[in-house]
């Protein structure tokens, strides 16, 4: 089993950054695959970028890639999503999920942290 717990979410005006983090413990040399998520109100969650654990190989969703940043330190069982140019919008639960496989199906992730708060304001 792996726990994922996420942190660095809060309150931040637009135009800003965030950095949020994903703590990873349990058998964490097993995982193959590390996501980030967000669910904004009245809407589905979405995928945002992914990173495998091994070569570090990253995905992001249409329109994310130059403004968020996935990136993990496996020293630290940590990985992470460096957000700029926040907007209201992106106002959404952020989640970090992680798998064993290399890039799963978005939405058949095995482990899942609670996700954490962002708040954009314009």
């Known amino acids: 089993q792996v726990q994922l717990s996420e942190s660095g979410g809060g309150l931040v005006q637009a135009g800003g950054s965030l950095r949020l983090s994903c703590a990873a413990s349990g058998f964490t040399d097993s995982l193959g695959t590390m996501a980030w998520f967000r669910q904004a109100p009245g809407k589905e969650r979405a995928f945002l970028a992914s990173?495998?654990?091994?070569?570090?190989?990253?995905a992001y969703a249409e329109g994310m890639k130059g403004r968020f940043l996935i990136d993990r330190d496996n020293a630290k069982n940590t990985f992470y999503l460096q957000m700029n140019g926040l907007r209201p919008e992106d106002t959404a639960v952020y989640s970090c999920a992680a798998d064993r496989r290399i890039r799963p199906p978005h939405f058949d992730y095995e482990y899942w942290g609670r996700g954490t708060q962002v708040t954009v304001s314009s």
């Open positions: 990173i495998t654990r091994n070569e570090g190989g990253t």
